[in-house]
């Protein structure tokens, strides 16, 4: 689940394997990374 500074639901992501970091861009896109990827979330 990705939330807001709020901690309101912005969206749910299902990944098989956990995700270890991420951080939110500029541009309101959120980057994380898991084990083996680096993948984004574009949230509207």
């Known amino acids: 689940?990705?939330?807001n500074?709020?901690?309101e639901s912005l969206c749910?992501?299902?990944e098989n394997i956990r995700v270890k970091s991420g951080?939110?861009?500029e541009s309101g896109v959120f980057?994380?990374?898991t084990s083996n990827?680096?993948?984004y979330a574009v949230t509207t």
Do not use: E
């Open 23 to 25: 951080a939110w861009d």
């Open 31 to 33: 980057i994380y990374t």
């Open 5 to 7: 500074r709020k901690l």
């Open 1 to 3: 689940m990705i939330c």
């Open 37 to 39: 990827h680096i993948k």
């Open 12 to 14: 749910n992501i299902h």
